[in-house]
Nanobody
Framework: QVQLVESGGGLVQAGGSLRLSCAAS???????LGWYRQAPGKQRELVAR???????NYADSVKGRFTISRDNAKNTVYLQMNSLKPEDTAVYYC?????????WGQGTQVTVSS
């Protein structure tokens, strides 16, 4: 089971940008990956997902602002977040989807101040 470590979270003002990274302990070449987030008192929700063929899908709330990408050579998936809003404040988790199982990272906090 691949282990995932997120980084890049922090505090940013509304309208600002952050780039999250998620480094995997093994090859990500053949697996889909995703970013999820969980705000206080809310359920974890999908933010963006990228397949092994680099097809992507996004939550409606982040379309046009966030971009997911992958670098298979570095075993890393990224989430570029632009035009951040206070409602984007959450813990962001990386996920890897292999046959029959999902691996999760420990999460990284993103806080957007108004």
């Amino acid at each position: 089971q691949v282990q995932l470590v997120e980084s890049g979270g922090g505090l940013v003002q509304a309208g600002g940008s952050l780039r999250l990274s998620c480094a995997a302990s093994g090859s990500i070449f053949s697996i889909s990956l995703g970013w999820y987030r969980q705000a206080p008192g809310k359920q974890r929700e999908l933010v963006a997902r990228i397949t092994s063929g680099s097809s992507t899908n996004y939550a409606d709330s982040v379309k046009g602002r966030f971009t997911i990408s992958r670098d298979n050579a570095k075993n890393t998936v990224y989430l570029q977040m632009n035009s951040l809003k206070p409602e984007d404040t959450a813990v962001y988790y990386c996920a890897a989807f292999s046959t029959g199982k999902t691996s999760w990272g420990q999460g990284t906090q993103v806080t957007v101040s108004s």
